[in-house]
């Protein structure tokens, strides 16, 4: 069913306007900005938005307090989540026959984080997906969303941050090579909320997530860290979007990423808007990307959009490049071989952002993914990182 329009945010090139009606996200062409990077005939029909009876494997891993239930569409979007901002999110609200949704009750404060694994099992699997995670009022949770196998998959997350809240969500693209990934994340956090968003994105054919950020409230603070690594011939983007609609609120954004092989491609792009209500504010976003071979092609925009001048701050960065020579040089005259100075040059750029999960065992399976990706660039195998 098609789910009654909602319109939102602020239209434009960058950001055209939340609704829920598909008829309001007319088929790209691909010459959109917001489309202009994304190979659209590899996203195997998903414009189209032919319904499909698929689903992928769940296992769920929940401590006690958590409440995971079956919702219908009109009762998801009736809690109030941010609307699907383009036509692929709007078409997963659609097709998916409802919602699954993760809750957090009031004050709760969980003791070990939720693990909701999700695997597909080919790439002709059509998937169409709905999930809404709600944290109560000075609830605090940790969530991780793991993707494997293969599919073609496109997601709607909602995601409602109470006030005084604190959540961490994390979101691992480790698909097979032949998978297509497609969704938006859309965030409201709540007064003087914390939020820390996770994503990695190391496999697939084609990977394109969508994360906007908006506050219910003044003193609500955001944090969003990413990483990915594209093979030769994926392509892997991720465009952020906060919405600085309240005063005395904050965002952080760093992502970092590696190419290596011929056709890899990335795309970041980041953009914050800060409000003329929104005084006092602090924002920065970052980007880095490591360009290991030749042929590869890293496509980075920060942008920033001010309608105030009473502001704490706003700044933004972007850097491409390959190895640090001086690094490289350093490693090696202290006796390391060239490759493994190579590998230890990547395991510390993405070391750094691993580190502020807070999550041990995913901190350790996502150090590993890396690893594998090095294998293919330096050949060395995980083996050789000792102490690493």
């Not at 917001?34 to 659209?40: A, D, K």
Request: charged share 20%.
């Amino acid at each position: 069913m098609t789910s009654p329009a909602l319109s939102g945010g602020i239209a434009s090139h960058l950001h055209p306007g939340a609704s829920y009606d598909v008829a309001h996200h007319p088929t790209p062409s691909g010459r959109e900005e917001v489309w202009r990077f994304t190979p659209l005939k590899r996203l195997r029909g998903l414009l189209e938005g032919s319904p499909s009876a698929d689903d992928l494997d769940w296992d769920v891993q929940a401590p006690d307090g958590v409440r995971i239930s079956q919702i219908s569409t009109a009762d998801a979007i009736d809690l109030g989540g941010p609307a699907p901002v383009d036509r692929l999110a709007a078409l997963s609200v659609a097709n998916s026959g409802g919602a699954v949704r993760l809750h957090v009750p009031d004050g709760t404060e969980l003791d070990a984080p939720v693990r909701i694994r999700l695997r597909g099992a080919t790439p002709e699997q059509l998937v169409w997906d709905h999930l809404v995670v709600t944290i109560g009022r000075s609830a605090q949770a940790t969530v991780v969303l793991e993707y494997e196998g293969s599919a073609t998959y496109s997601a709607m997350v909602q995601v409602l941050v109470g006030d005084g809240a604190q959540l961490q969500l994390a979101r691992l693209q480790l698909w097979d090579d032949d998978a297509v990934h497609t969704g938006h994340v859309g965030l409201r956090i709540g007064r003087d909320a914390r939020v820390r968003t996770f994503s990695a994105s190391l496999g697939g054919d084609l990977v394109r997530l969508v994360e906007t950020t908006e506050y219910d409230g003044p003193g609500g603070q955001l944090e969003q860290l990413g990483l990915y690594f594209a093979d030769a011939g994926q392509h892997l983007e991720h465009r952020l979007f906060v919405d600085h609609n309240a005063p005395h609120t904050r965002s952080n954004v760093d992502y970092r990423g590696a190419l290596q092989g011929l056709g890899a491609h990335t795309v970041w792009i980041g953009d914050v808007v800060i409000r003329k209500v929104a005084e006092g504010i602090e924002t920065y976003e970052s980007n880095r990307n490591l360009v290991l071979t030749d042929g590869c092609r890293a496509d980075s925009v920060p942008n920033l959009e001010i309608e105030t001048g009473e502001i704490i701050g706003a700044g933004h960065a972007s850097t491409t490049g390959r190895f640090d020579d001086l690094q490289l040089f350093y490693l090696q005259s202290r006796g390391i071989p060239v490759d493994e100075a190579r590998r230890l040059v990547v395991h510390g750029f993405f070391a750094d952002i691993v580190r502020r999960l807070g999550v041990p065992e995913i901190e350790t399976r996502l150090m590993a993914a890396v690893e594998d990706e090095l294998v293919r660039s330096v050949g060395l195998p995980p083996a050789s990182a000792v102490g690493a």
